[in-house]
């Protein structure tokens, strides 16, 4: 994605709880998210799957345990640090500013790099996500305007702008046409070709099955299977709290 790609590095997360009130929506989950592979988070809802995005975005402060950025311990480190540490992520909310373009929407990823990002290197990354996204053609159009699955694809290409390591998205494809969800298979294949580590919550079972090297299949926030993505999708708990999807 970019010229000098970031050293890649997995993600872990040791033994995260997160409580709300009474409830532990993150009742002690390990998980790795390793370099160069797809990894998705399933489960029904309620299981905690976004709590754990927070928890490993840093967006929420886990209760107990604790988050690995390669060999780096970030668990006290705040989300918009582990992004300059290349931590990106993308939203089940679009949360996209409708005022500005596409272009200064992905733009904003790319300034968030922090450190040495000078304007031209910015542009140039900035160039880049649009294209690997399709989105060049509508670089200058305001993003207010944009429908849904367009709008997921300028949060995508926002988040790879920063030219990160390890890629959170939560729940991608929703709202994608069929080319559009083509397009995001094609480019989540490629990133992780290159190194990076991917980590993904999806309800879309045949999508899962189709891009997934791994899979943690969550419920009432825990792990209850975990491992090759056929294995775990025809584990009968997760089959079951998958319902008619599988
Ligand atoms: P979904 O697929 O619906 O997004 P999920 O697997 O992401 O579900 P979470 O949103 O993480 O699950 O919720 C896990 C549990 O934690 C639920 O019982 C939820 O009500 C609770 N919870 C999540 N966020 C909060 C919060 N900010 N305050 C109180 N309870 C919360």
């Given at each position: 994605?970019?010229?000098?790609?970031?050293?890649?590095?997995?993600?872990?997360?040791?033994?995260?709880?997160?409580?709300?009130?009474?409830?532990?929506?993150?009742?002690?989950?390990?998980l790795v998210a390793p370099a160069g592979r797809i990894t998705a988070l399933i489960g029904p809802n309620g299981a905690g799957k976004s709590t754990l995005f927070d928890c490993l975005a840093g967006t929420a402060r886990p209760d107990a345990g604790r988050v690995l950025l390669g060999g780096r311990d970030v668990t006290g480190v705040p989300a918009h640090r582990r992004v300059r540490l290349g931590l990106a992520r993308t939203f089940q909310q679009i949360a996209v500013f409708p005022t500005l373009s596409v272009a200064d929407n992905v733009r904003v990823g790319a300034e968030q790099r922090g450190g040495r990002t000078d304007a031209r290197?910015?542009?140039?990354?900035?160039?880049?996500?649009?294209?690997?996204?399709?989105?060049?053609?509508?670089?200058?159009?305001?993003?207010?305007?944009?429908?849904?699955?367009?709008?997921r694809l300028v949060e995508l290409a926002r988040a790879l702008a920063g030219g990160p390591r390890v890629l959170l998205l939560d729940e991608p494809a929703a709202g994608l046409d069929a080319v559009q969800t083509a397009r995001l298979v094609t480019v989540l294949r490629d990133l992780a070709g290159r190194g990076m580590a991917l980590l993904l919550v999806e309800h879309d079972a045949e999508l899962v099955a189709e891009l997934a090297d791994s899979v943690y299949a969550m419920a009432a926030g825990r792990v209850v299977a975990a491992g090759p993505t056929a294995a775990v999708l025809a584990d009968p708990r997760v089959a079951g709290a998958w319902g008619s999807s599988t």
């Open positions: 994605m970019t010229s000098t790609p970031a050293p890649a590095a997995r993600l872990t997360a040791r033994g995260l709880v997160r409580r709300y009130g009474g409830i532990e929506a993150v009742a002690g989950v390990d290197a910015a542009a140039g990354r900035t160039d880049r996500a649009l294209g690997l996204l399709g989105l060049r053609g509508i670089a200058a159009e305001s993003a207010g305007a944009q429908p849904t699955g367009v709008l």
